[in-house]
Nanobody
Framework: QVQLVESGGGLVQAGDSLSLSCAAS????????MGWFRQAPGKERESVGS???????YYADSVKGRFTISRDNAKNTVYLQMNSLKPEDTAIYYC???????????WGRGTQVTVSS
């Protein structure tokens, strides 16, 4: 069982930066792929990006070049650095974890990010 807790959300202005963290429990964190997702009001949840155990990262086109995902396996933490934020980035941001399965098995409760124009 893996428990995930996101932190770092808040209210910022367009163009600002914000960093989210996701702290994970469990001894096998380094073997998990970690993902960031978001859900805006009235919209479906979408992938922001992910980072594999190897450190390889993948990003949605909408955030590529603005967002960076990193992980610190010693701290069991994954980060989402968000730069040049736009009002359309407003959403609840969730982190998720999966093992070898392609299914995102574990989810955090989310943290709200609001970007004002």
């Amino acid at each position: 069982q893996v428990q995930l807790v996101e932190s770092g959300g808040g209210l910022v202005q367009a163009g600002d930066s914000l960093s989210l963290s996701c702290a994970a429990s469990g001894r096998t964190f380094s073997s998990y792929a970690m993902g960031w997702f978001r859900q805006a009001p009235g919209k479906e949840r979408e992938s922001v990006g992910s980072i594999l155990w190897s450190g390889a990262t993948y990003y949605a086109d909408s955030v590529k070049g603005r967002f960076t995902i990193s992980r610190d396996n010693a701290k069991n933490t994954v980060y989402l650095q968000m730069n040049s934020l736009k009002p359309e980035d407003t959403a609840i941001y969730y982190c998720a974890a999966r093992g070898s399965s392609p299914i995102w098995t574990y989810w955090g409760r989310g943290t709200q990010v609001t970007v004002s124009s």
